[in-house]
Every structure is written in C-alpha cells, then in structure tokens.
T-cell receptor
Framework: DAGVTQSPTHLIKTRGQQVTLRCSPK?????VSWYQQALGQGPQFIFQ???????QRGNFPDRFSGHQFPNYSSELNVNALLLGDSALYLC?????????FGPGTRLTVL | SQQGEEDPQALSIQEGENATMNCSYK?????LQWYRQNSGRGLVHLIL?????REKHSGRLRVTLDTSKKSSSLLITASRAADTASYFC??????????????FGKGTHLIIQP
C-alpha cells in the first residue's frame, strides 16, 4: 500500500514566478492537508481539502491556493513567489483523525 | 502561530538510555499527535492520544496527556541510534469527527550517542 506521495521532490523558482505542487493521498483517505515548514521550525497549516472543497484555512495569503480532484489527489499553487516562500511543503492525508505525511517538496525561491 | 511548545529544544543521551520530551499547548484539544522527522524529510506518525485518554503505549513509546495542565510527554525507552531525529507534538482543536489542521510546536531535536 503506497503511502502519501508528493511531486516534485525539489524545485527551484525565481521570485515572482508561480509553482504547482502535487500530492496523492494514502489509499482510502479522503482528506488532504497542506503544511509549510521553514528551516528549523515546525510545520504551519496552510489549508485542508475535503470533498473537493477547502474546508479550513490557516493564516496564509490568497497567493496560496489549492484544489482537490475526484480521486482525492490535490494540488497546491503559489503565485507571485517571494524569497520567504522557500520551505519544505508537506502534504498529509487522513480519513478520521490521524494525519499521515508525505516526504515533502523542497521549494527554493531565488 | 504555534500552539505546541516542546521541551527541551535539544536532548543528547547515550544509546540505551530513556528519552523524555514534553509538550505544552494553549487551547482545548480533541487529540494530540506525536511525529518524528529525520533530516528535514517527511513526518512519521508515531502515536495519537485523545483528550479523554491519559496514557498510551506503542512499542518503546509511552505518551501521557494531562489536559488539566495542557501538557503531554513522550517517553522513548531503550533508545537506539536510529531514534536520532526531531520530534514534534501536534494538536487538533476540532471537536467532533473529521480531521482538522494540526498546530505544531518547534520540536525537540534528539541525538542518541552510540
């Protein structure tokens, strides 16, 4: 049983560009959450998707948007990238309470 | 903002010893989860304890929860070099069913000396 998968593994972008990150949830999970983890910090909640709708959102600007597809996979889009967006982006899937994380996408903004 | 605060920030012990990490949080919770992270990779789920539970075990892990003090502890017994990692507690404030956005602390960096 494949766990949570994310792509790409690493990404380098320039300020002002846009980026799309992808996540496939663990089999049987219907909820996907996205987190941003800066170096030396704990993950910060961005938003959560359930039944293709954004169910809850953390304290992130509208430049961060997402989507969930009928097969429960999800995308995270970030527009107008800033240097401060450089971080590890983690996706987690869940069915009830336990959230299982993918390996993350390391985004570097130059 | 980060709700959970792990203590200590860093811990170095000898292999075979027990390691204890503490977590404090600020608001009411539905459950509390502990995760391990190796070298900036993805988080590995260790254990979930619900607000109506006081203690839970999983292998060499023992987690306690004191909702009156808004605190939790993670004990790793008979530590191994492979336990070297950062450990995070995360709280879920939603009541009722369904997952919620987790709030993490900054983590405890555990180093096991061979």
């Amino acid at each position: 049983d494949a766990g949570v998968t994310q792509s790409p593994t690493h990404l380098i972008k320039t300020r002002g560009q846009q980026v799309t990150l992808r996540c496939s949830p663990k089999s049987g999970h219907d909820t996907v959450s996205w987190y941003q983890q800066a170096l030396g910090q704990g993950p910060q909640f961005i938003f959560q998707y359930y039944e293709e709708e954004e169910r809850q959102r953390g304290n992130f600007p509208d430049r961060f948007s997402g989507h969930q597809f009928p097969n429960y996979s999800s995308e995270l889009n970030v527009n107008a990238l800033l240097l401060g967006d450089s971080a590890l982006y983690l996706c987690a899937s869940s069915l009830v309470d336990e959230q299982f994380f993918g390996p993350g996408t390391r985004l570097t903004v130059l | 903002s980060q709700q959970g605060e792990e203590d200590p920030q860093a811990l170095s012990i000898q292999e075979g010893e027990n390691a204890t990490m503490n977590c404090s949080y600020k608001t009411s919770i539905n459950n509390l989860q502990w995760y391990r992270q190796n070298s900036g990779r993805g988080l590995v789920h260790l254990i979930l304890i619900r607000s109506n539970e006081r203690e839970k075990h999983s292998g060499r892990l023992r987690v306690t929860l004191d909702t009156s003090k808004k605190s939790s502890s993670l004990l790793i017994t008979a530590s191994r070099a492979a336990d070297t990692a950062s450990y995070f507690c995360a709280t879920d404030g939603r009541t009722g069913g369904g997952a919620d956005g987790l709030t993490f602390g900054k983590g405890t960096h555990l180093i096991i000396q061979p």
